[in-house]
């Protein structure tokens, strides 16, 4: 699981475990703007939920944090991805 | 019973007298576009809040309560990762070839470089605090969903509207009742989706019906035919950003805006040079450099970005003109000359209106 400590502080973060989440597989549409920059890009992520929810601020801003990725940015060199919950489509399901 | 198909459900809803959005990131641009009918979205994602603040208070002394918007770029996925780890992982081939470039071509290191600090969820935030807190009219997502502080908006008076590139993401931000769903098509500017405007605009439209969202077509529009084609899928109104690079408003360099009016549609390349996606942009020596037989792979994000933050930052501030570029669209080919924003605005109407007349055989009163 990721670095949370040093990667959310001083962000108004709580992390919260969802069981019901675990080992579901997803596909999650990414992204983010370039540092220093007027641009973004976007990227696509494909794995399964380690059950970890993230929520940010109030209202709440809610990720869910993806492992066991098999689709990802070539070179991508994380273990894990929090991505927005908005952009996540259960692929265990007909259609999300 | 004469209509004008020209004042869509974008006009009765924001009461601008024409369909025509237009994304700048100067501010001049936003304040002559809303004061000539359309609406003028302002990309601040490279502003601090303090300074978004005086850019709304500056437009908005400029357009009264005409409709004008604010759009960030808001993250959808955050990496674990401290800058330090990450450098250890730039490969030695790609630092030696921007060493290179940098020496063969004088380009001199930078006087300053800015770095992001990784705070991405709270940077939003305080920019969101200071649109809502402003009361801007529309609040624009440039890439994430702003599905999450719809209600907050609302409860504003701030209308939110979402750009996509895809129609599972138009599905998702119609689900969570966003007011505006920007379908962007392939040949825009920057970062840009996989499929053509011409194919996601009727798709997206098709889902929007009867759920209270309207949809803005973007993606290559810069000129009335475009509108009026918009118009005829279903769309109310467009969006536009490259044709407002070469107004007389817009900062953009003076050779900036010269190179976009001789560049055509096929001109403009993606190149993954800049950051380790593809960003469609004006050709240049530096974007050329990483196409030469020789040259190394390009780095994923955000190893590319942060291997050629100091040459990019070194080209900018020696004003290395042939070096320089810009996202920019296909759309490039609308740009003949540089004019005031006004002009386009008024070129625009006044072709979409000829093209409705062409079709109907009569004019649009």
């Keep these: 699981m990721s670095n949370d400590a040093q990667q959310f502080a001083d962000q108004d973060v709580r992390i919260t475990f969802d069981e019901t989440l675990v080992g579901r597989p997803v596909e999650a549409d990414g992204g983010a703007p370039i540092a220093g920059g007027q641009a973004g890009y976007r990227t696509t992520f494909k794995g399964r939920l380690t059950g970890r929810r993230l929520a ?7 990720w869910l944090e993806l492992g066991d990725l098999v689709e990802a940015p070539q070179d991508f060199e994380h273990a894990h991805v929090w991505v927005d919950e ?5 692929l265990d399901e007909k259609r999300s | 019973m004469t209509t004008d198909p020209l004042h869509t459900q974008l006009c009765d809803e924001y009461g601008c007298e024409v369909p025509i959005v237009a994304f700048a990131h100067t501010k001049d641009v936003i304040a002559a576009v809303t004061n000539a009918g359309g609406i003028g979205v302002f990309g601040a994602g490279s502003r601090t809040p303090s300074e978004l603040r005086s850019d709304i208070q500056w437009i908005r002394e400029r357009v009264g309560d005409k409709p004008f918007g604010v759009d960030l770029l808001m993250p959808a996925s955050l990496a674990e990762g401290n800058r330090e780890d990450l ?7 790609q630092r030696d070839f921007v ?24 940077h939003a935030r305080e920019s969101l605090e200071v649109i809502f807190d402003e009361k801007v009219p529309i609040f624009a997502s440039g890439l994430g969903s702003p599905a999450f502080v719809k209600d907050e908006a609302h409860a504003h008076g701030t209308k939110v509207w979402g750009l996509v590139g895809l ?55 810069s000129n009335g035919r475009q509108l ?11 969006w ?20 976009l009016i001789e560049a055509r549609a096929e001109d403009v390349y993606q190149s993954r040079a800049m950051s380790g996606k593809p960003i469609r942009q004006l050709p240049s020596k530096y974007g050329d450099a990483w196409k030469q037989p020789g040259a190394p792979e390009t780095l994923q994000m955000p190893l590319q970005g942060m291997l050629v933050a100091d040459i990019l930052a070194g080209i900018k501030e020696a004003r290395m003109e042939d070096w320089m570029t810009s996202p920019a669209g296909q759309s490039v080919v609308g740009i003949h000359e540089i004019k005031p924003a006004a002009e386009v605005v008024y070129q625009m109407v006044e072709e979409a209106q000829d093209a409705f007349d062409r079709i109907v055989g009569a004019p649009v009163a």
């Excluded at chain 2, 450098?87 to 081939?93: D, F, N, T």
């Excluded at chain 2, 044709?243 to 010269?258: D, Y």
């Design chain 2, 228 to 238: 009026a084609a918009a118009i005829t899928m279903g769309a109310a109104g467009v």
């Design chain 1, 86 to 90: 908005a952009y996540v489509y259960f």
């Design chain 2, 87 to 93: 450098e250890a992982q730039i490969p030695q081939p």
């Design chain 2, 167 to 221: 129609p599972r993401q138009a599905r998702r931000q119609i689900e969570a009742g966003v007011d505006v769903v920007i379908a962007q098509g392939y040949d825009s500017g920057g970062h840009s989706g996989t499929v053509g405007t011409f194919t996601l605009v009727p798709e997206v439209v098709a889902m929007a019906e009867g759920t209270g969202t309207l949809v803005v077509a973007a993606g290559g529009v």
């Design chain 2, 240 to 259: 536009t950003g490259t044709i407002w690079l070469a107004t007389h408003e817009s900062a953009t360099e003076m050779f900036i805006k010269q190179r």
């Design chain 1, 56 to 62: 940010q601020g109030d209202p709440a801003w809610l």
């Design chain 2, 99 to 122: 060493a290179k470039l940098m020496a063969d071509n004088q380009i001199p290191a930078p006087k300053e470089i800015v770095h992001g600090d990784g705070q991405m969820l709270k």
